[in-house]
């Protein structure tokens, strides 16, 4: 059974850093699609980031590039994003993704991807 475990929220002053983990379990992150969204009260589930292991890519939403990193620790199953000089337009529930394919150009569509994990709550104060 497909799970994942997302975890590492809290909160944090602008200009913090976060490391936001998600713990991947009855599959291997190595030969999966792994991606974070976020969605704020009120908006859409949005796209921060997405990680292909079996074709080395990433990606990262306009909004977070430059502030965002995310990789993966095999030995872990377990896909991690670090988050610095946190904004509170950041402020939202991240959640973590996994799809056995994605079209790359459709990462950032949460209706594409197949497995979720719970959310965890970054929040940003001013």
């Known amino acids: 059974e497909v799970q994942l475990q997302a975890s590492g929220g809290g909160l944090v002053q602008a200009g913090g850093s976060l490391k936001l983990s998600c713990a991947a379990s009855g599959f291997s992150v190595d030969a999966y699609n792994i991606g974070w969204f976020r969605q704020a009260p009120g908006k859409e589930r949005e796209g921060v980031s997405c990680?292909?292991?079996?074709?080395?890519?990433?990606f990262y939403a306009g909004s977070v590039k430059g502030r965002c990193t995310i990789s993966t620790d095999s030995a872990e199953n377990t896909v991690y994003l670090q988050m610095n000089s946190l904004k509170p337009e950041d402020t939202a529930v991240y959640y973590c993704?996994?799809?056995?394919?994605?079209?790359?150009?459709?990462?950032?569509?949460?209706?594409?991807?197949?497995?979720w994990g719970q959310g965890t709550q970054v929040t940003v104060s001013s």
């Open positions: 993704a996994a799809d056995v394919w994605i079209k790359s150009s459709w990462w950032g569509r949460a209706a594409e991807w197949d497995y």
């Open positions: 990680i292909s292991s079996t074709e080395g890519t990433t």
